[in-house]
């Protein structure tokens, strides 16, 4: 069973750029997670989808960050202007949504340096 | 705000000697916690989920045990190839979708 793809997996660029991050879940999982990992922490979620409607984005920075999951596949993940403090790992994950608590698996990740 | 926190932050072992790792959780009504692990460069690979007080859970070296305020995972006579982060999780107490909230892990090095 193919895992959860993310693209790409380095991106460089300058401080006020702009940056997108793509993730395609495991095949079937109707739940699509973003999160943030700085260097030395653990995850943080950004924003969670269920199917292609938001469940939670209590913690996404929405002046700058934006995400979508058009068709309840696969997601977008938007960065727009970038800052330093945004360099960090990206990291998608998905489950399958069946279950009151569900195995989240993850992607390799994209990592982001902002200079 | 639920609270996950690891202990040690880095651990280094020698092949074979045995020791355990510590996650202490502040959420109440604990409706699960998740270890998994982390090699440099890559995302978590999830390992256990444990879902009550007195559980236990094993996987080759590894065992992971959960009490009502925290969870150890026992390494037992570690190789080099367990050498990465281990980091535990807990998703919210009620609502909140399953967002899960991470530890800041615990680095392990295993030396021959």
């Known amino acids: 069973e193919a895992g959860v793809a993310q693209s790409p997996r380095y991106k460089i660029i300058e401080k006020r750029q702009s940056v997108a991050f793509w993730c395609n879940p495991i095949?079937?999982?109707?739940?699509l997670y973003w999160y943030q990992q700085i260097l030395g922490q653990g995850p943080k979620l950004l924003i969670q989808f269920q199917n292609n409607g938001v469940v939670d984005d209590s913690q996404l920075p929405k002046d700058r960050f934006s995400a979508e999951r058009l068709k309840g596949v696969d997601s977008t993940l938007k960065i727009q202007p970038a800052k330093l403090e945004d360099s960090a790992v990206y990291l998608c994950?998905?489950?399958?949504?069946?279950?009151?608590?569900?195995?989240?698996?993850f992607g390799p990740g994209t990592r982001l340096t902002v200079l | 705000e639920d609270q996950v926190t690891q202990s040690p932050e880095a651990l280094r072992l020698q092949e074979g000697e045995s020791s355990s790792l510590n996650c202490s959780y502040t959420?109440?009504?604990?409706?699960?916690l998740f270890w998994y692990r982390q090699d440099p460069g890559k995302g978590p690979e999830f390992l256990f989920t444990l879902y009550s007080a007195g559980e236990e859970k094993e996987k080759e070296r590894l065992k992971a045990t959960l009490t009502k305020k925290e969870s150890f995972l026992h390494i037992t006579a570690p190789k080099p190839e367990d050498s990465a982060t281990y980091l535990c999780?807990?998703?919210?107490?009620?609502?909140?979708?399953?967002?899960?909230?991470f530890g800041t892990g615990t680095q392990l090095k295993v030396e021959l």
């Open positions: 994950a998905s489950s399958s949504g069946s279950f009151h608590i569900d195995t989240q698996y």
């Open positions: 999780a807990v998703p919210p107490r009620t609502g909140g979708g399953n967002k899960l909230t």
């Open positions: 959420v109440s009504g604990l409706r699960g």
């Open positions: 095949s079937g999982h109707a739940t």
